[in-house]
């Protein structure tokens, strides 16, 4: 073995044993945070995350961590500029995550909860559409697309035309459909169904209203029965689900099957 091969063999094995330390020290942090974490020692937490993530970048879940503690440091609602901030590290952080794993479930939903708590609803949409796209077997990202449409329909602020309205609750009346289809028992998704129909039965009753011919009027009127009387029913099955649920959790080893 020639020396100056030797030299490049004591290279390499010390650049290998440099990276297995770092990553090392990066797996430590990473565990540290998650102990401060769980403890709710959010700040403490982002730091060993951030570290852990300077000392192996391709540390996903360190990513993960982080932008979740960015998260639960969010308070909704509030404009406050700090908070904004936090709000923007937390998408932003979710985002390199999706960067590297477009699939990522965690991230995704995560993302959307903080752009819906922050009142940025087309964008919390948009980021449930895609969670259920990636997750076609789980009924909550579906769920989430309807409650979020109902929102947007139903804030008095929305600029929304009446046909923007009208295609929102479309779609979310589709996606709670598809919702109670993976999950028939999940509360929230039957209580939804009945608050779009019943956006639905008073954009009927406003045409009504405008409307100068007596037929149609009249046509638009019975609509609006039509529409009411599907969401009495659907608030009924609300309520049958929410008693059917309640005695199964409190049954011997009963579980809450409304999740």
């Not at 709710?40 to 937490?45: E, P, V």
């Amino acid at each position: 073995m020639t020396k100056k091969f030797s030299i490049l063999v004591v290279l390499a094995f010390l650049t290998l044993s440099t990276i297995s330390c770092q990553k090392l020290k990066a797996r430590d942090n990473l565990n540290k945070g998650v102990q401060a974490f769980r403890a709710q020692k959010y700040d403490a937490a982002i730091d060993h995350f951030k570290n852990a993530i300077e000392l192996d970048p391709d540390l996903t879940n360190a990513e993960l961590y982080l932008a979740t503690a960015y998260a639960q440091q969010f308070v909704p609602g509030s404009t406050d500029e700090a908070n904004q901030k936090v709000a923007q590290s937390a998408i932003e952080t979710f985002d390199k995550v999706l960067e590297k794993d477009p699939m990522n479930k965690t991230a995704l939903a995560g993302k959307a909860s903080i752009y819906q708590n922050n009142a940025q609803y087309d964008k919390a949409r948009e980021a449930y559409m895609k969670n259920a796209e990636v997750d076609p077997h789980d009924h909550i990202p579906f769920y989430a697309v309807g409650s979020v449409d109902w929102i947007m329909v139903h804030n008095t602020d929305s600029k929304l035309s009446e046909e923007e309205r009208s295609k929102l609750i479309e779609e979310g009346l589709q996606y709670l459909d598809k919702s109670m289809a993976i999950n028939p028992n999940y509360e929230d998704s039957l209580w939804y169904e009945n608050l779009l129909l019943r956006e639905k039965a008073n954009m009927s009753k406003d045409k009504a209203k405008l409307t100068k011919d007596k037929n149609e009027q009249k046509q638009l009127l019975a609509m609006e029965s039509e529409l009411n009387a599907k969401a009495d029913e659907w608030s009924i099955k609300a309520l049958q689900v929410r008693t059917k649920n309640a005695e199964k959790a409190s049954s011997p080893g009963g579980i809450d099957i409304n999740k």
